[in-house]
């Protein structure tokens, strides 16, 4: 099963606005679209970090503490994660409670799922939040924004002489995933763990049709796609007629990526607002919904594209990271032999679309001992060794190089995991806004929207106008000017 972080149930506003798009869309003159939107995108840079500057001798209060006053202390540390992760992290926390030079004790307690941790601490009252949790960026930033007292700022933890990190392992970090979590000159966390967003392409049926260089434009993407959905209405098979090519995914990372693929840039930094009505999204929505209309990519009815993956109904599929042991796990269950991988996305400008997100660990704003006491440990989990036992659990994407370094056993008996990491010092991050907790959800009712049968091509832009249009409505964000 794939690791169920799974976010919020998505907000059916398209419910209540569907029914008028389908009626209307049709009698409606397709207006001009909007000017393509200066902004840029989420700036990611593969440059290595600053270090940090030493502490000053005048430590804020929250650090006034010796080590003496953390013993006998128990902290709670509140996560996403079921299965082989939590059973790592449940190791983890043991480990530490049996080792710590400190005498304090960490208590870890499962959410079960990225989406119902942020109800629980949504339903919290202040006194009964956790120590330490672990969650997206945008989590962070929402809590922030709403109660900018609820997270410990953590700049100061990462200075101290004695407490912080060191230059050499802050730049240890992936550089877009260190600079992720800060917020103005506030540090609300640090990363623990990523996943990715990418394609799996079977590499032998594609040589067989063939191609046998992976696409990295999205004309080259439809053109293998299209050639393996007519291979399979052409055999003698007649059970996999309709199937071949993509499988259509709408999820809110897979659109994003393919928003990527096109240039678009949706989301305006500077005014922390979002936009979508542009050329650029126009002409990704439209390459997506063309490859349904021409049958080059079909809706699936099984919830995981795996099994269809392994019998060949699917060239490519849109998938994470962590799916590769799934994937190498239903290839030996049936006995396939085809190789495959995982490829990023493909662009217009051939450069490789690589979006990871996923969990951060931050510090709840409680007393000087338990932030203190919360914040060792979150060091202590992100040592390199720490790092790569909870990265081989996840069969995520490893935050730091040593954890990398570590996980090179593990890379040699899984390639195509291996494979993923290729990509890591181009890989980009999804929206550092507060608002993409919500946004996402919009996006998807779009995504599926734009790819219903009663809404024709040229319908795509008012849809993403519609796209625009409820985003304030439903965030209180301000709109794209």
């Known amino acids: 099963m794939r690791n169920p972080c799974f976010y919020p149930?998505?907000?059916?506003?398209?419910?209540?606005?569907?029914?008028?798009l389908l009626i209307s869309l049709s009698a409606c003159q397709v207006i001009g679209l909007d000017a393509p939107s200066a902004a840029t995108a989420t700036p990611v840079s593969t440059r290595t970090p600053k270090p940090l500057p030493t502490a000053t001798a005048t430590l804020p209060p929250d650090l006034r503490v010796s080590n003496s006053d953390l013993k006998g202390l128990q902290i709670r540390f509140l996560h996403p994660w079921?299965?082989?992760?939590?059973?790592?992290?449940?190791?983890?926390v043991d480990t530490f409670n049996r080792s710590n030079e400190w005498g304090f004790k960490v208590k870890a307690q499962s959410a079960g799922g990225t989406g119902a941790l942020y109800q629980q601490m949504e339903s919290m009252d202040v006194g009964d939040l956790?120590?330490?949790?672990?969650?997206?960026?945008?989590y962070l930033l929402s809590w922030?924004?709403?109660?900018?007292?609820?997270?410990a700022d953590l700049t100061s933890y990462v200075q101290h002489s004695e407490w912080g990190l060191t230059g050499e392992q802050i730049s240890d970090f992936l550089?877009?995933?260190?600079?992720?979590?800060?917020?103005?000159?506030?540090?609300?966390?640090?990363?623990?763990?990523?996943?990715?967003?990418?394609l799996f392409y079977n590499l032998t049926w594609a040589a067989e049709l063939g191609y046998h260089q992976p696409p990295t434009t999205p004309d080259e993407f439809r053109a293998q796609a299209?050639?393996?959905?007519?291979?399979?209405r052409s055999d003698r098979t007649i059970s996999n007629d309709g199937t071949g090519g993509w499988i259509v995914e709408t999820g809110s990372g897979t659109l994003w990526s393919w928003l990527r693929s096109f240039g678009a840039t949706p989301y305006i930094p500077e005014t922390a607002s979002y936009q979508f009505s542009t050329t650029q999204s126009e002409a990704a929505f439209s390459f997506l919904r063309t490859l349904v209309d021409d049958d080059c990519a079909w809706k699936s009815r099984l919830a995981t594209p795996y099994d269809y993956f392994a019998n060949r109904q699917a060239l490519f599929y849109s998938g994470m990271l962590e799916d590769t042991l799934i994937q190498a796990h239903t290839m030996d269950r049936l006995k396939i032999e085809d190789q495959w991988t995982v490829i990023p996305y493909p662009s217009t400008d051939g450069s490789p679309v690589v979006v990871a997100g996923g969990p951060s660990l931050a510090v709840i704003h409680t007393t000087p001992e338990e932030q203190l006491a919360a914040w060792l440990f979150a060091r202590w989990l992100l040592a390199p060794e720490h790092l790569a036992e909870l990265t081989e659990s996840a069969s995520g994407l490893p935050v730091t190089q040593s954890a990398i370094n570590d996980l090179q056993v593990f890379g040699g008996q899984r390639p195509q995991w291996r494979a993923g990491l290729t990509y890591r010092e181009q890989v980009q991050t999804p929206p550092a806004n507060a608002g993409w907790r919500s946004v996402r959800s919009l996006?998807?009712?779009?995504?599926?929207?734009?790819?219903?049968?009663?809404?024709?091509?040229?319908?795509?832009?008012?849809?993403?106008r519609m796209l625009d249009g409820m985003i304030p409505e439903v965030e209180g964000t301000p709109p794209a000017s």
């Open 9 to 20: 149930s998505r907000m059916r506003v398209w419910q209540i606005v569907s029914l008028f």
């Open 82 to 92: 079921i299965g082989d992760t939590a059973e790592t992290i449940d190791l983890l």
């Open 130 to 138: 956790p120590n330490l949790v672990a969650a997206p960026n945008e």
């Open 144 to 151: 922030h924004q709403s109660n900018p007292e609820m997270l």
């Open 175 to 198: 550089p877009a995933f260190w600079q992720q979590d800060v917020s103005g000159d506030v540090r609300l966390g640090v990363p623990l763990l990523r996943d990715a967003n990418l």
């Open 226 to 232: 299209c050639a393996a959905a007519v291979a399979n």
């Open 443 to 464: 996006l998807e009712d779009a995504g599926y929207q734009a790819l219903l049968p009663s809404v024709k091509l040229e319908q795509i832009p008012d849809v993403l």
